[in-house]
Structure formats: structure tokens, C-alpha cells
């Protein structure tokens, strides 16, 4: 800790003490790996895959985290009986029906109380054949639905000719990652073998005995509950077409689907080392190699991975949205440190911080990518760690930007041909639209969201521009250029300018920027700002100071911000009932970098993060700040460690520029 110095101000003190607490509180939580682990659940679809996919292949899991995921499923159950999409969400079918069956999987009695409860909520809204089809799709898995009832996801797609706009390669890359499994398991018709357990849920579940379901009419079916996206006319008609095709399949052309989807399925396994792009993909390949290779050595790879997608928290054992968020938590711990005033008194953490960073650059490109159709991803950063060997456009522009940021701190800063090698991924990846993707620049074109099927995810069949990505790449760009002038200042600039263009024909008529990622114009907003910012825009300028606006208008009296994840869902900013100390260090950062770092407003925000700091350095738990797919939200555990931090460091900074 810093002796705070002479003649400062008592207030200035007491900033100074949180910040220090803050600091502690952060660095308490590094691990041995110089990475920041913590929980990522939130999403409610992703245990009950696990618990089912387990019971179905087979995989033990030990009694005590059996017992534990139980616990955690009794503590997110909405007080109705079912279970939201994720944990702070109205209930789902899918989420409720699939819960529901894990549970009776995994021992629970159906007298239990919580299921009592489930099971009348479940036959009020209309029982598993008005759930999503996502939710449909795995009880089919288990035995529990019948493959008559869903809509084809049929395997010769991916031996269509690529040059087609609908071949599934254009896809979203986790939409397709996780369509490809299931166009195995559609292709195959696999199921879980009867049991007497299955037999008792089918009884449980359905209000009529299960072999006079009328499947056919239920593959349409969608409760007003899980219904976010209607399917559209064209997905209608394209599912009348593939109904008629799935009466008499070519059987040469399902084998040779067939075989090229497992050809795909395997390429993606050893690309990731077992991990998968994703939970829902990771456990789905589990299906595929019990039943393609079940003595496979594939199998017992996947078997090995699985764990890294659990998390013991303190309300239970859940399975979390990614194998991890390390790299972008890293990086973002690493920059409130360096904000914070305190880089000196902290050089080891930030030399391990670093240690991480350096580690997990993606050295090469992937072997034969073309082949499963990966871009290249050589110099790239990945969400979690190298393994996953999926980068993402906004966490190679954090790494980055950290890395930059680290470079006068540490003994071995990453060498510059490898900062280069980030930068030209980055500027290969902008799209036409001039904005940048999550993942892959452009790939199919936009009217393949009115095949969307899932029923309950928004805008997922492509990978579309997004403000946050867009923005977070002009920064790290700008930065690069900023340490390296002359390496590729034109290409930086050009790509800027585009940028900006993208960004402000996405500010809306208040001021705000629609956020994807975070909940939701506040997230959106501060990404906006910082973009526009690296985009040359002065603070004066009246994009900045109408995004100013917008925020200073959402203030609530205490000083904080706080919006929920109903605004992602509603398209419209739905406030907290109370502040939220993640979303106020973002408006704060937001109106810092749009030079309004001396107004009232930030000092106001400030002054209630000091305020609602807790002894320990810590802020009381809080709404979830996190979200994908419009529906979805996502908790990111180290966001209320860093980003009060990073706020309050910068804020403070404003005043005491001698501050290192
Ligand atoms: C993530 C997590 C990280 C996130 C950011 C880097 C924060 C973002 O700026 C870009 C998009 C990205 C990489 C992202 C995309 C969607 C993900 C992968 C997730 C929210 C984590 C889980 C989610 C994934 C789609 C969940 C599985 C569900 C499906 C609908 C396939």
C-alpha cells in the first residue's frame, strides 16, 4: 500500500483507502497462473445438459457434486415453480422441462417439493411440446421426446456446395458448432435407451400417455414464455421441404453426410484439445462419440475436459458459459491495476498478469483450417485461454491493448512481430459493413436470421458487426499505432475511419449505443464513447456530448447507474430498482473518456462506490451485467472486482496526476 501524502483532503483519503481495498480485494483472487478465474454462469440450459449428458454416457460425477448441482438448481428456481433462460430471467420451458428431467435423472423424488412445483408449472404452460426446440432436441436425446416431434436438422446440409449461401459454414460459429452435433445425432436418430426412470418422467411430463402424442403437431408448438424469435415463413417452408426429404433420405448422401459432419466434429475436438468453442457444442460431442466411437479414445478425451466447465460457487456447483473468461477478465484486471495508481507497488502481479497474457497469444494458424472452415487465428487472443484456439475480434484488441499497456512494467514485454501479428489479424477481420464481428468477419448474408430456429436466442445465425467489438479494436488499433508509429499507420488509420463511420450510424437518436455483450446501453454507450474517441472525435464533439447526455440522464439519485437485462430483451433502457456498482464504474468510465471527468455527475458516481463499498474491499453482490443472443444474460464474476476499481482509479487520477 502508498502512504497517502501530505495535504490531501479527508474525501481525498477516503478515495484513497478504497482504492487500496479495492486493489487488495482484486490481487487476493490471482491465481498461481497470473489469470483471474471466476465464475461464469448464469445461463440456465447449460447444468441440465450436463447432468443429462453425464447420465447418459455414462460419466460418473461424485456424489458430493451431485448433491451440489441439485443444490444449486432448488436455489434458481423462480418462485412459480420453473426456471428462467438464466438466473434472473421469467421461466422457460425449455429450461424448466429439461431441469426437471435432469433432476428425476439424478435421484430426486418426484415428491420433492421443488419438483411438485416445477411439474404443476410445467402442465400449466403446456407440458415439453410447447418448449423451445432446443429444449425439445435434448429430451429427444433422453428418450423423453420423439424425434417425430422436431423439425429436421438434417446432415446433408454440410455436403451442400459451399458456395451456397445456406451452407451451414456461413453460420455463426457457435450456431453452427452446435448445429453440426445435432445434425449427427438428427442424422442417427440417437437416443438414450429406455429405463424405468425415463418411463416415470414420460408420465410425469406429458398430460396424455406418451405413445398417443400427436408429435407432428407439437413440431410448431412454441409457449409464449420461449417464444422470443417466431419462426418465420421461410423456416416454415424450408421445414416442409426437409419433412418431405426426411420421409426417404438418400441414403448415400446421409452416409456421406454423415461422415463428413464427424470428420468435422473430430477436426473441431483436436482444434480446442477437447474443449469446443462452447458448453453446449463441448457436450454434444459427447453424444456424438458415445455413439459413433464408444470405445474411442475421443471419448475419454472429452471426459477429461469436462470438468473445466464447472464451477463450485457459493450457491452450488454450476456449468459455466465458456471453459473460462480468463483472458478477458486478465486483461481488464490488469488495466484497473495500472489506472489504479499502484502499478509500482504491484509489479509482480502484473508481471504474472502479463505472464498469462503473453502465454496465451495464438502462435500459429490452425493445421488444414480451411478444411473446417477456420479463418486464420494466428496472433489472436481467445476468450478463456490458447486452448480453446477460437479468437475473438474484441478480446484480441484487449489483449492487445493490455499487452501494450504492460509492455514499461514488465522484464519481457511481447515482442513487437508478435503485437503485429494481432494487429494484421485485426485489420483483416473488418467487415464490409466497416464495423467488426465477435469472431469471423462476414460470412453469409443477413436475411439466413429469418432461419433462425431456436425459438429463444436473437440474432444468431450470423456473425453481425457489433459496437463493442468495433470499438474495443479502434482503441487497441489506435494504442499500437500510438507505440509503433510507421508500422502500419495508413491501414490503422483507413481502418479507423471506417470505424467510426460504423459507430456513429449506430448511435440512436438519444445518444446511446445498443450494447450485446453487457447489459445494455450502459455497457453499449461507454464502448460507443471509447470508440468514438479512438475514431478522432474530441470531447466536444456533439456525438460525444449527446452519448454524455444520454447517460447523465440515467443517474439515479444516489449517484449510480443501474439497468437490468430486460432492456437487451426490450430493446429499450429498463432501470435497477436500485444502483449497480458495475454499471456506474462503466458510465463513469464512459463519461471520463467523453471529458466530462470533472463533472458533477462522475464525482456523484464516485461518491456512491465509495459509499457502497464493503469492509473487505468488496461491492455486495448485484443484478447480472452480462448477455448474449438478446435473451440470454451471463454472470461475470471479476467484473464487480475491477471495474469499481478501474473507475475510481481513473476518476482519482484526474486529480493527482503525479500518481504512477
Ligand atoms: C461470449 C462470451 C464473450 C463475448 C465477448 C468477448 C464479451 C463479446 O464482446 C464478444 C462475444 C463473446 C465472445 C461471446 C459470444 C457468445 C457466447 C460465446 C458468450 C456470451 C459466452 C456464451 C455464449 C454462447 C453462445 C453460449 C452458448 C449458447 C448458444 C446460443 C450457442
Given at each position: 500500500?502508498?502512504?497517502t ?15 487500496d481495498?479495492?486493489?487488495?480485494h482484486l490481487?487476493?483472487h490471482?491465481?498461481?497462473s ?5 465464475d ?13 449428458t453425464c447420465?447418459a ?9 451431485r448433491?451440489?448441482m441439485v ?5 434458481v428456481q423462480?418462485?412459480d ?8 430471467s ?8 429439461i431441469i ?15 419438483l ?8 400449466a404452460?403446456g407440458?415439453p411440446?410447447a ?5 425439445k432436441?435434448?429430451?429427444?436425446l433422453?428418450?423423453l421426446h420423439?424425434?417425430?416431434?422436431l ?6 446440409l ?8 445456406i451452407?451451414?459454414s456461413r ?8 448445429y453440426?452435433?445435432m ?13 424405468a426412470r ?12 406418451y ?5 407432428a403437431s ?5 409457449a409464449?414464455?420461449d417464444n422470443y424469435t417466431p419462426?418465420?415463413?421461410m ?7 426437409l419433412?418431405?426429404y ?9 452416409a456421406q453426410?454423415?461422415?463428413r459432419?464427424l ?10 484439445q ?6 453446449v457444442?463441448?457436450?454434444?460431442h459427447?453424444?456424438?462419440w ?9 471419448l475419454?478425451?472429452?471426459v477429461?475436459?469436462?470438468p473445466?466447465?464447472?464451477w ?9 458459459g465458456?471453459h473460462s473468461s480468463?483472458?478477458?477478465d486478465?486483461?481488464f484486471?490488469a ?6 495508481g ?6 509482480q ?7 498469462f497474457i503473453a502465454?496465451?497469444?495464438v502462435?500459429?494458424?490452425?493445421p ?7 479463418d ?5 487472443f481467445?476468450?478463456s ?5 477460437w479468437?475473438?475480434s ?6 492487445l ?11 519481457t514485454?511481447?515482442a ?19 464495423g467488426f ?15 433462425n430456429?431456436s425459438?429463444c436466442?436473437?440474432?444468431i ?18 494504442q499500437?499505432?500510438a507505440?509503433?508509429?510507421g508500422?502500419r499507420?495508413?491501414q490503422i488509420?483507413?481502418?479507423?475511419r471506417?470505424g ?9 437518436e438519444?445518444?446511446s ?8 446501453f450502459?455497457?453499449?454507450t461507454?464502448?460507443g464513447?471509447?470508440g468514438l474517441r479512438?475514431?478522432?472525435l ?5 456525438a460525444?456530448q ?9 443517474q439515479?439519485d444516489?449517484?449510480?447507474?443501474g439497468?437490468t437485462?430486460?432492456s437487451?430483451?426490450?430493446r429499450r433502457?429498463v432501470?435497477?430498482e436500485?444502483?449497480q456498482?458495475?454499471?456506474?464504474s462503466?458510465a463513469?468510465l ?6 466530462q471527468?470533472?463533472?458533477r ?8 462506490l465509495?459509499s457502497?463499498?464493503?469492509r473487505d474491499?468488496?461491492w455486495?453482490?448485484?443484478h447480472i ?11 461475470y464474476?471479476n467484473?464487480?472486482?475491477v471495474?469499481?476499481l ?7 487520477a484526474r ?6
Amino acid at each position: 500500500m502508498e502512504p497517502t501524502s501530505h495535504g490531501q483532503t479527508p474525501a481525498a483519503a477516503g478515495v484513497e483507502r478504497a482504492l487500496d481495498r479495492a486493489l487488495s480485494h482484486l490481487i487476493s483472487h490471482q491465481a498461481d497462473s497470473g489469470a483471474w478465474p471466476g465464475d461464469y454462469g448464469g445461463p440456465m440450459f447449460l447444468l441440465p445438459l450436463y447432468m443429462g449428458t453425464c447420465y447418459a454416457t455414462g460419466v460418473p460425477i461424485a456424489a458430493d457434486v451431485r448433491a451440489d448441482m441439485v443444490r444449486y438448481l432448488r436455489h434458481v428456481q423462480n418462485a412459480d415453480g420453473g426456471w428462467g433462460l438464466h438466473v434472473e430471467s421469467h421461466s422457460y420451458l425449455f429450461t424448466s422441462t429439461i431441469i426437471y428431467s435432469a433432476l428425476r435423472l439424478f435421484d430426486v423424488p418426484a415428491e420433492d417439493p421443488m419438483l411438485v412445483k416445477a411439474l404443476a408449472w410445467i402442465r400449466a404452460q403446456g407440458g415439453p411440446l410447447a418448449a423451445a426446440s432446443w429444449g425439445k432436441f435434448f429430451l429427444t436425446l433422453l428418450n423423453l421426446h420423439d424425434y417425430a416431434g422436431l423439425n429436421p436438422v438434417p446432415p446433408e446440409l454440410w455436403i451442400l456446395p459451399e458456395a451456397l449461401p445456406i451452407h451451414p459454414s456461413r453460420l455463426w460459429c457457435h450456431t453452427r458448432m452446435v448445429y453440426l452435433p445435432m445434425s449427427y445425432l438428427y442424422g442417427h436418430r440417437v437416443q438414450m435407451p429406455v429405463n424405468a426412470r425415463v418411463l416415470q418422467i414420460r408420465a410425469e411430463l406429458y398430460m396424455e400417455p406418451y405413445d398417443r402424442i400427436d408429435w407432428a403437431s407439437a413440431r410448431e408448438r412454441v409457449a409464449a414464455t420461449d417464444n422470443y424469435t417466431p419462426v418465420a415463413q421461410m423456416m416454415r417452408l424450408a421445414n416442409r421441404a426437409l419433412l418431405a426429404y426426411e420421409k426417404r433420405p438418400v441414403r448415400l448422401l446421409r452416409a456421406q453426410a454423415l461422415e463428413r459432419v464427424l470428420e468435422l466434429v473430430d477436426a473441431e475436438d483436436r482444434n480446442t484439445q477437447y474443449i469446443c468453442l462452447g458448453p453446449v457444442s463441448k457436450l454434444y460431442h459427447l453424444w456424438v462419440w458415445q455413439h459413433a466411437r464408444p470405445n474411442g479414445s475421443q471419448l475419454a478425451h472429452h471426459v477429461k475436459q469436462l470438468p473445466e466447465y464447472l464451477w463450485r460457487a457459493k450457491d452450488g456447483t454450476k456449468m459455466q458459459g465458456y471453459h473460462s473468461s480468463q483472458l478477458w477478465d486478465t486483461a481488464f484486471a490488469a488495466q484497473a491495476i495500472l489506472e489504479s495508481g499502484r502499478a509500482s507497488a504491484n509489479a509482480q502481479v502484473l508481471e504474472r498478469a502479463h505472464a498469462f497474457i503473453a502465454a496465451n497469444q495464438v502462435s500459429e494458424d490452425l493445421p488444414r483450417r480451411a478444411h473446417a472452415y477456420r479463418d486464420a487465428t494466428k496472433g489472436g487472443f481467445c476468450f478463456s485461454s490458447k486452448d480453446n484456439g477460437w479468437t475473438v475480434s474484441d478480446c484480441t484488441a484487449e489483449g492487445l491493448r493490455t499487452a501494450l499497456a504492460l509492455a514499461p512494467h514488465v522484464k519481457t514485454p511481447i515482442a513487437s512481430e508478435r503485437l503485429l501479428d494481432a494487429v494484421d489479424l485485426l485489420l483483416r477481420s473488418q467487415n464490409p459493413d466497416d464495423g467488426f464481428a465477435s469472431y469471423e468477419p462476414y460470412r453469409g448474408p443477413a436475411w439466413l436470421e429469418k432461419l433462425n430456429p431456436s425459438n429463444c436466442f436473437g440474432d444468431i445465425m450470423i456473425d453481425y458487426s457489433y459496437v463493442e467489438c468495433t470499438a474495443a479494436c479502434m482503441v487497441a488499433l489506435n494504442q499500437f499505432k500510438a507505440e509503433y508509429p510507421g508500422l502500419r499507420d495508413t491501414q490503422i488509420d483507413e481502418a479507423t475511419r471506417r470505424g467510426l463511420k460504423f459507430l456513429r450510424s449506430r448511435q440512436r437518436e438519444d445518444g446511446s449505443f445498443e450494447g450485446s455483450w453487457g447489459v445494455c446501453f450502459t455497457y453499449g454507450t461507454w464502448f460507443g464513447i471509447e470508440g468514438l474517441r479512438a475514431g478522432g472525435l474530441s470531447a466536444g464533439h456533439s456525438a460525444i456530448q449527446r452519448a454524455c447526455a444520454f447517460l447523465q440522464g440515467k443517474q439515479l439519485d444516489d449517484g449510480g447507474w443501474g439497468e437490468t437485462a430486460e432492456s437487451n430483451l426490450k430493446r429499450r433502457y429498463v432501470h435497477a430498482e436500485c444502483s449497480q456498482a458495475v454499471m456506474t464504474s462503466w458510465a463513469m468510465l464512459a463519461l471520463i473518456a467523453g471529458g466530462q471527468g470533472e463533472s458533477r455527475a462522475v464525482a456523484h458516481g464516485a461518491q456512491f462506490l465509495l459509499s457502497s463499498q464493503q469492509r473487505d474491499g468488496s461491492w455486495p453482490e448485484e443484478h447480472i451485467a452480462g448477455m448474449f443472443n438478446k435473451t440470454c444474460a451471463i454472470h461475470y464474476d471479476n467484473y464487480l472486482k475491477v471495474f469499481p476499481l478501474w473507475a475510481l482509479g481513473k476518476w482519482a487520477a484526474r486529480n493527482e496526476k503525479e500518481r504512477v
